[in-house]
Structures are given as structure tokens and as C-alpha cells.
């Protein structure tokens, strides 16, 4: 028994060498810079982006309030377009195109962590016998889409350096 607990024991500490070694983190788990640990939000709350975006700041420990720095979303658009059609020249699969572009500036409305762009894609096939399912795929699809969004705007954040210089465009 003594023997058998052992192994289940080296086992777990194996295991958790190995995960830990390797850069393994939960998803959603990001290590903010303290820094940026408070920062103002500048995304219409009309957007479909603002929840999930609001809700992941906050789940990393961000409080959203004036601050030193401003998160501002300068574009974000969805566009679905027909990717494929069946022989009746009618639209058998579609892709979802999810466009987010947002910058970090300081308090001086200087952009210190230059403008990002992420593009995010979905396939989803369609069938016309279908449609009431199809529907709501394609609506878990695009919740998925803006989750996802905001997930990596967190992961590219989590690498912000305040000691970066200025990155403006003429």
C-alpha cells in the first residue's frame, strides 16, 4: 500500500514538473503587469465586444477606471461571407470574419503599445433543411468569436512593457 502511494506520489510531482516546465497555464490566466492593472476601457457599451472584453479584464484582476493608461478598440466588424455552394448555386458553407484593432495609450493620449490588429475566423457548414440549427451554430459562433477576441487581447496585454517607447504614426 505504502509502495503503491509512493508511485501515485512521484507520479503527481512528475506530472507537475513536466506541465509547469513546459509553460502550461490555465486558460485565462494571464500575469498582467501591475502597471496596467487599472485601466479605462474606450469601446462603445452598444458593442458586442464590450461584455466579453469587460468581463475577461476583470477576471485577470484589471479594475476598469480612470487610469494611467486607456484600452481603446478602434475597429471592430464582423462580416460572414459565402465560402462555399452546393450544386443548386445555393450557399452550402459560410466563414465568419471577426476584425478587432485596439491600441494602448497613456494618460497624455500618447499610443504607447502600438495599434494591434486580430483577425478571427469561423467555418461553419450550412444546410438548408436545417435552418433553426444553423442559426443558432452560427449565433454560439459568434459569441465564440468575441470571447476569443477578448482572450487575446488579454494573452498580447500580458506582454506590454511600460518601459516601451512611444509608437506613434505620423
Request: hydrophobic content about 35%; overall charge neutral.
Amino acid at each position: 500500500m505504502l509502495m503503491l502511494f509512493m508511485r501515485f506520489l512521484s507520479f503527481f510531482l512528475v506530472s507537475t514538473l513536466v506541465l509547469t516546465a513546459c509553460g502550461f497555464h490555465l486558460r485565462g490566466s494571464y500575469n498582467i503587469p501591475s502597471t496596467i492593472k487599472h485601466l479605462e476601457l474606450k469601446l462603445d457599451t452598444n458593442s458586442t465586444l464590450y461584455f466579453p472584453l469587460r468581463d475577461a479584464l476583470q477576471q485577470a484582476g484589471i479594475q476598469l477606471d480612470s487610469s494611467d493608461y486607456t484600452l481603446e478598440i478602434l475597429e471592430d466588424s464582423l462580416n460572414k461571407q459565402t465560402t462555399n455552394t452546393d450544386s443548386r448555386a445555393k450557399a452550402a458553407e459560410y466563414t465568419l470574419y471577426y476584425t478587432v484593432v485596439y491600441q494602448l495609450k497613456n494618460n497624455e493620449d500618447k499610443t504607447i503599445y502600438p495599434e494591434r490588429r486580430l483577425l478571427l475566423r469561423r467555418s461553419y457548414q450550412y444546410d438548408t433543411t436545417a435552418i433553426v440549427g444553423k442559426t443558432a451554430e452560427e449565433e454560439t459562433l459568434i459569441r465564440e468569436l468575441y470571447q476569443d477576441a477578448a482572450q487575446q487581447i488579454l494573452r498580447q496585454l500580458s506582454s506590454f512593457q511600460p518601459t516601451q517607447p512611444a509608437m506613434v504614426k505620423p
